[in-house]
């Protein structure tokens, strides 16, 4: 069955960094645009940055544009997410999604989540 692993999530204190993971399994990984989302207590889900099959093509939400960078090895069946300069309002649990849909809406399958908080 498919399978969305997350891990690499914790504290970090502002202006540090860390890098997410997510394993895939159960599908044909390259076929699949890769996305990672991100919800906070309070807020509604918003999409982090996604990654095009070939990883040409990738998408970054205005909020994380020049701080985190989408990734993803094909070879691995991982899509990464490098997040640096973090801020306190990047604090949210993290989710990997993967489908084949456009931009506009997330995918068909979801990982579990990680939790990023970020605080001095």
């Known amino acids: 069955q498919v399978q969305l692993v997350e891990s690499g999530g914790g504290l970090v204190q502002p202006g540090g960094s860390l890098r997410l993971s997510c394993a895939a399994s159960g599908f044909t990984f390259s076929n699949y645009r890769m996305r990672w989302y991100r919800q906070a207590p309070g807020k509604e889900r918003e999409l982090v940055a996604g990654?095009?099959?070939?990883?040409?093509?990738?998408k970054y939400g205005d909020s994380v544009k020049g701080r985190f960078t989408i990734s993803r090895d094909n070879a691995k069946k991982t899509v990464y997410l490098q997040m640096n300069s973090l801020k306190p309002e990047d604090t949210a649990v993290y989710y990997c999604?993967?489908?084949?849909?456009?931009?506009?809406?997330?995918?068909?399958?979801w990982g579990q989540g990680t939790q990023v908080t970020v605080s001095s």
């Open positions: 990654i095009t099959g070939t990883g040409v093509i990738t």
């Open positions: 999604n993967a489908g084949t849909t456009d931009w506009s809406r997330p995918g068909l399958y």
